[in-house]
């Protein structure tokens, strides 16, 4: 069987590998033992890090095409989508991922437009179908109501988003390094990037946070959440919420985690007050340790938690902070 190209579209932020570029390198290296596959990262930025660029063939690179210019400092969607196309069209790919960021969400349905190609965004897992050796794209849909599995036999490269922090990075590849640098290619372009700002949401640093302490509606009002704030400071944590504890507005939009929210996969993830809902697990169910306190033993959280605790929070979290003194 001919080798079939897995192109993982990188994003660089100030110089810095985004860590979704790793979590896709080494899932395509995964998927690339099923179908014969060959791992191509393909980035565009200014200034890249060359240690970051080593790191992508201990996660599973067979090769990294770079393209680097002060021009893809900032994110320039025109630029982006032209100098990627190029690439894509020389590279001819079975399988084209991307991060489910801004950045990647900005950029790829462009490129799937003038690829003619299919596109499932914001997936949750990846697989190869072993009869048909297609990708196998699984998303929420209908809502979230359910969780939908997308093919496209029709039209390559078959192309994904894919959420940061579903898929764990793998270091241990080392593969052989095996650079291609590219020049930049000037195009017509009437935008003009002045300043990128950030948002309250870069503040909130719940992706790469290694505990995780999240209120759901169990807590009750915004008053109470302080018990949530007391607990994740006793332990290093970050607060995180359900959407139910966001809509009811006592806690910020950017601490929600789940399908709507930001996808964690913290050490550990405390569940506090919070029942479960599909749609919040989708969020946190790679996280490496589950605990749950609940007063409600049929909490569909104690499905998927390692250790809970059944009581009223209200009782535990102080006695649990206390024990920390
Ligand atoms: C399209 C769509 C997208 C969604 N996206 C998200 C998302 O991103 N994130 C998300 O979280 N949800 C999301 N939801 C909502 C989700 O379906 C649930 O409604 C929500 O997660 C429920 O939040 P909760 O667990 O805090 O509240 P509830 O389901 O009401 O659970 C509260 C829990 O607290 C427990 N409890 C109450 N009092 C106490 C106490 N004193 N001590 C201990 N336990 C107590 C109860 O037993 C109960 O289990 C989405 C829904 C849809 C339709």
């Known amino acids: 069987m001919d080798k079939r190209n897995i192109i ?47 790191r992508l063939f201990e996660t599973g690179a067979d090769k990294a095409i770079i393209i680097d210019n002060e021009k893809l400092g900032l994110l320039n969607d025109d630029y982006f989508v032209a100098n990627i196309r190029k690439v894509l069209e020389r590279e001819n790919p079975y399988i084209v991922l991307t991060g ?20 499932t965004a914001d997936c949750t897992d990846l697989d190869i179908e072993a009869e048909t050796d297609l990708l196998l794209q699984t998303r ?24 940061p922090k579903v898929f764990k990075i793998n270091e241990n590849y080392n593969k052989k390094e095996n650079i291609e640098n590219i020049e930049f290619e000037e195009t017509n372009s009437l935008i003009r990037i002045i300043e ?13 946070a290694d505990i995780v302490v999240s209120g759901g509606r169990g807590v009750g009002n915004k008053e109470n959440f302080s018990i949530i704030y007391d607990f994740a400071k006793k332990i290093n944590g970050v607060v995180g919420a359900s959407r139910a504890a966001i809509d009811a507005g006592w806690i910020p939009y950017p601490h929600q985690v789940g399908q709507t929210g930001q996808t964690v996969s913290p050490k550990l993830y405390f569940a506090i007050g919070i029942s479960g809902a599909i749609q919040h ?6 996280s490496d340790y589950i605990v749950a306190i609940n007063k409600d033993t049929n909490a569909p959280i104690f499905n998927i938690a390692d250790y809970g605790i059944v009581g009223d929070l209200f009782e535990i979290v102080p006695k649990l902070i206390k024990l920390l003194d």
């Open 100 to 119: 489910a960021t801004p950045q990647g969400r900005a950029i790829i349905p462009k490129l799937a437009i003038k690829l003619h190609a299919g596109l």
């Open 196 to 208: 990128m700002i950030k948002s309250e949401e870069d503040n909130v640093n719940l992706a790469d």
């Open 140 to 163: 929420p849909a209908f809502g979230g109501n359910l969780m939908a599995t997308i093919k496209t036999p029709e039209h390559t490269p078959q192309m994904s988003t894919v959420r």
């Open 281 to 286: 697990q989708v969020g946190m169910k790679s």
């Open 8 to 54: 993982v579209v990188g994003e660089v932020n100030n110089g810095n590998i985004h860590h979704v570029t790793y979590e896709l390198t080494s899932k395509a290296a995964e998927l690339g033992e099923r179908i014969n596959g060959y791992v191509e990262v393909l980035l565009l930025g200014y200034s890249i890090n060359k240690e970051h660029i080593k």
